[in-house]
């Protein structure tokens, strides 16, 4: 896929697949392929609607804001001397692809709201460039969700969402906002970029949750 693709689907899937009948719980644990995927290998596919933008780390900060009892602003710096840890997980395209093990580095989100008194139940992620995603704040916390700044040891690079991205492999990896730069708190749960055009609300790849109504 080029850079400047649209469709996260790109008319590589066919839109009615039947779904398997492998709930998360009854899934071999052999098997780490979702229903309707294939193993991308050494590949790591670049995706992005739009141009990658190219934010300057002085610039840069990730802000907590929305339904919160104060917003908090961490600049590069102070993203940087947060608590971080190693992150080795399997990720899943609605394209189809899906990559395992791959090695991450980052802050986890439970960190970033740890001190955050809020009574939202949505976070709704927003990027340089105008991308948001919507996802359930209870998904973006219980260690299952990161803002990673590292890819495979180095820096991430910038087509893969450098200087940092949202993380959250347990759903499809359009949730995973590239160039994320804060969340957004709130009682409702507003739309992002690919679920306004009819991509599913919460995209769990175990139960084929490509598009609304799935
Ligand atoms: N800001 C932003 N984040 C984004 C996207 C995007 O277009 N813009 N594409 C999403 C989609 S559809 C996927 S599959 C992954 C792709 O990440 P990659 O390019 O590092 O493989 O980023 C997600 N995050
Ligand atoms: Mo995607």
Not at 1 to 15: E, F, H, K, L, V
Not at 17 to 44: E, I, K, M, W
Not at 176 to 181: E, F, H, L, N, T
Request: charged fraction near 20%; include cysteine; hydrophobic fraction near 35%.
């Amino acid at each position: 896929m080029g850079a400047n693709d649209i469709d996260p689907n790109n008319g590589t899937t066919p839109r009615f697949v039947s779904r398997g009948f492998t709930g998360r719980a009854r899934r071999p644990p052999s098997a780490r392929l979702p229903p309707g995927q294939y193993d991308v290998g050494t590949g790591f596919p670049v995706l992005s609607a739009g141009p990658t933008p190219n934010t300057h780390l002085s610039s840069w900060d990730f802000t907590v804001q929305g339904l919160v009892d104060r917003v908090r602003h961490y600049s590069w710096a102070e993203f940087r001397a947060l608590p971080r840890e190693p992150v080795q997980v399997d990720i899943h395209c609605v394209t189809s692809w899906s990559k395992f093990d791959t090695r991450w580095e980052g802050v986890s989100v439970d960190t970033l709201l740890a001190d955050v008194e809020s009574e939202a139940e949505y976070a709704l992620a927003f990027s340089d460039g105008g991308y948001t995603t919507n996802l359930p704040l209870a998904d973006l916390t219980g260690g299952r969700a990161w803002i990673v700044d590292t890819y495979d040891g180095a820096p991430l690079r910038p087509e893969h969402g450098g200087p940092a991205r949202l993380l959250v492999p347990h759903l499809y990896f359009w949730k995973s906002a590239k160039w994320v730069r804060g969340l957004v708190l709130g009682e409702v749960e507003e739309l992002g970029f690919w679920e306004r055009f009819g991509y599913h609300r919460y995209g769990d790849p175990w139960r084929q949750q490509r598009y609304a109504g799935d």
